[in-house]
C-alpha cells in the first residue's frame, strides 16, 4: 500500500500543484490550463512525463470531464440534471466510485475490488486529500480520479458563485 498527499495552493491563480509521498518528496506534478478553451489538468511524473490528462467537454449543456491515462480514456464525470442538489455521474469500463465523493471520502474500486482510497484532510489551509493506493498499477488512475474530481468541484463552486 502506498499513501500520498495531493494540496492544492489557495488562491493559485496558475493551476499548478503536486502530489507528495509520505516523505513530502514529489511524485506527481498537476498543471492546470489557465484562460484556454478547453480546460484541462495535466499530470506528470516525476521525469515531466505526462501520465494523465483531464479535459472538460467543451459546447456541452452540463458540465462533462474526460479523465484519460497513458493516453486511453479511462472514464467520464458529468454533471446530471438536479432541481435540489448538483448531482454528478461516473461512467467507466469497470471503475467506481462509492462514498461520497462529493466530500472526498470515498473508495475507488475496479471490477467490485477496491484500488484505493481517499480521504479529505480537515483543518488544513487549502483543499489537500490523502489518498490510499491499494493496486499501484491504478496510481495513475486514482490521482486522476481526485484531480478531476476536484476539477468537477471547483468549476460547480464557480458557477455557483457567478449567479
Known amino acids: 500500500m502506498r499513501q500520498l498527499y495531493m494540496k492544492q495552493k489557495v488562491f493559485s491563480l496558475s493551476g499548478k500543484f503536486t502530489v507528495k509521498n509520505q516523505q513530502e518528496q514529489d511524485v506527481y506534478f498537476v ?14 511524473n516525476t521525469r515531466r512525463e505526462e501520465v494523465a490528462l483531464i479535459t472538460k467537454k467543451v459546447f456541452s449543456f452540463l458540465p462533462k470531464f474526460f479523465v484519460e491515462v497513458n493516453g486511453r480514456e479511462v472514464l467520464t464525470i458529468k454533471k446530471e440534471f438536479s432541481f435540489l442538489k448538483a448531482r454528478y455521474a461516473i461512467d467507466s469500463a469497470g471503475i467506481e466510485v462509492r462514498g461520497n465523493w462529493w466530500d472526498m471520502d470515498f473508495e475507488v474500486l475496479q471490477h467490485d475490488s477496491v484500488i484505493g482510497e481517499v480521504n479529505k484532510e480537515w483543518f488544513t489551509w487549502g483543499d489537500s486529500y490523502r489518498i490510499h493506493i491499494l493496486n499501484e498499477q491504478m496510481e495513475a488512475i486514482m490521482i ?8 468537477v468541484k471547483a468549476d460547480d463552486a464557480a458557477a455557483g458563485s457567478s449567479q
Open 31 to 44: 498543471e492546470g490550463s489557465f484562460m484556454q478553451i478547453p480546460k484541462t489538468f495535466s499530470i506528470m
Open 144 to 151: 486522476a480520479i481526485v484531480v478531476a474530481i476536484d476539477c
